[in-house]
């Protein structure tokens, strides 16, 4: 078994970034600690196909009540894969997004977009013996947040992986090629390398489309090494 080529600090957001206004408010004020790596706990709950509904991969259907939701249709695609490019199969892949209008099906999202009854904006799949994964959904719709007097959030979809349990849980966003709100959004700007960036940036694929029907995009999934994808609540990887 080779072993974790080791990380690049510089590509990670600091826990300071004062342009990323809540971070003032949040930030740790002491040096961080570094836990020893350890096996995941036998006890936590592991998941198979059979946790799963048929339509959860597909967002455009499993919440409709009436038609199809309003929106651009899209294929988001990719792999999940280690530091030297082997699949990494059975992985619980999570997303939750807005609507196509910026508006989160949630109690506390007063955004003045319309909720679409026919779209939920949560879906989740295992990818398959070559690391593969595949959602049918809408491209989001961008959103303004009190960041400051005019702050937009580009248009995102949040991702969640999971290995064989709840303690390996790894949290991101993925953003969408030529969307000039990308380089305004004082969260994606917190990361301070552009290259780290740049693997957050989901890769329009017309290969993949689907002629008349939806555009596709490719995002995968890095666990481990310098190219690793940027993640949320544990830089160091999984």
Partial sequence: MTGYRPRDW????????????????????????????ASVPLSSPVFGQRDLEPLDHDLLQNHAQEGAPIGERILLFGRVMDQDGRAVPGTLIEIWQANAGGRYRHRNDTYLAPLDPNFGGCGRTLSDAEGGYAFHTLRPGPYPWPNSDNSWRPAHIHVSIMGSGLPQ???????????????????????????????LVARLDLEAATPFDCLAYRFDIVLRGRRATVFENKPEGM
Avoid: W
Avoid at 189 to 199: L, S, V
């Fill in 169 to 199: 849980r790894l949290i991101t966003q993925l953003y969408f090629e030529g969307d000039p709100l990308v380089a305004l959004c004082p969260i994606v700007q917190a990361i301070p390398d552009k290259d780290a960036i740049d693997r």
């Fill in 10 to 37: 510089t590509q990670q957001p600091p826990a300071l970034a004062p342009a990323y206004k809540s971070t003032r408010l949040r930030a740790p004020s002491a040096p961080l600690v570094q836990m020893p790596q």
